[in-house]
């Protein structure tokens, strides 16, 4: 039987992580408590393990134990990868034609997307955003912030990456439209080069323009940006430009292929030529359709990205 692949389950889109030879540098941090200040000295990821969140760990689990918080929104278990026989079976060749060329699929229950109208409206308040982005910036950014601020910030800037435990302070939700407001582009690129209170600076580790596409980034964090990447990115694009669809082909010998299929481009003319009235039940009837998925990136991940999240999970979580 052949299924049209519709990725609609929680991912994390792919990015390519920044390097540089700088050392992070290490911040006295005033709990804002107490007079008692404390060393804090965050971990740059490495590409493979930016990757790995992004694109990975809502499924998998941040440390790869089958528990990411997409798992229950799938129907069959999520595999556990630290110390699986799934990697310590398979060459790295294997691994990367396992991640983009599927050979499978799965059933998204009706769960997952927006359930709400305030959902779906937050999402359309995104996508009319959406033509007016410098993408270049804001990709540059998205890089940047994944391997520097998502242990912390979190991947969609909630406060809940897995080193925010270990701060003296709650962290802020970076996505609130309360927060977004509050403060202005020069004051949010002083607390990226300078820090603030329990957050190190980094104009140590970054360019001024480099700071800058992470504010741009930054902006970019909101409810309906969520709902765009988990849900929409594999077929629209992650700037509303349609991408191939993959098309599983089941059974023996068989082989999976790309197909063409009518996807609108979510540009400023077929935005302009729409009212909301007319786009958020098109948003209601797409989220909420029960469409069988397959985990694959071949629109998302390059082959070498792929590499890179392969010798993460081989070389740490095997290891672990």
């Known amino acids: ?31 804002q408590a107490s007079a008692v200040t404390q060393v804090v000295q965050p971990r740059k990821l490495t590409k493979g393990e930016a990757l790995y969140l992004r694109n990975c760990a809502d499924c998998h689990g941040w440390e790869g134990r089958g528990n990411g918080p997409a798992a229950e929104y799938i129907d ?51 996508l009319r955003k959406q033509p007016g982005i410098n993408w270049a910036q804001t990709e540059a950014g998205q890089e940047t912030y994944d391997q520097l601020c998502a242990n912390c910030h979190g991947l969609y800037g909630h406060g809940d990456g897995s080193f925010s435990a270990e701060m003296p302070v709650p962290m802020p939700d970076l996505s609130t439209a ?8 020069q004051e949010l690129l002083s607390f990226i080069s300078q820090g603030k209170g329990a957050m190190p600076g980094f104009d140590e580790v970054l360019s001024a323009q480099e700071i800058r596409e992470v504010l741009a980034f930054v902006r970019l964090l909101s409810p309906g940006y ?45 935005l302009n030529a729409h009212t909301d009235a007319q786009l958020i039940p098109k ?38």
């Open 1 to 31: 039987m052949n299924w049209i692949i519709v990725f609609v389950v929680f991912l994390l889109s792919a990015c390519s992580g920044k390097s540089t030879n700088k050392t992070l540098p290490t911040q006295l941090v005033d709990t």
């Open 76 to 126: 069959v278990a999520t595999p556990v990868l630290q110390n699986s026989q799934l990697l310590n079976n398979q060459s790295e060749q294997q691994f990367v034609d396992w991640v983009l060329n599927p050979t499978s699929k799965l059933q998204v229950t009706d769960k997952a997307g927006p359930q709400t109208n305030t959902e779906a409206s937050a999402l359309l308040a995104y």
């Open 283 to 320: 948003i209601q009837h797409m989220l909420k359709q029960n469409q069988v998925s397959m985990l694959h990136f071949s629109g998302d991940i390059k082959p070498d990205e792929a590499t890179q999240i392969f010798r993460y999970l081989r070389d740490v979580m095997i290891n672990d």
């Open 178 to 185: 309360s927060y977004q407001n509050q403060y202005n582009d």
């Open 226 to 270: 969520e709902s765009y990447d988990k849900y929409c990115t594999t077929c629209h694009g992650a700037d509303g430009a349609p991408v191939q669809l993959l098309e599983i082909n089941e059974g023996e010998g068989t082989e999976s292929e790309f197909i063409d299929i009518s996807i609108p481009t979510l540009d400023a003319k077929y």
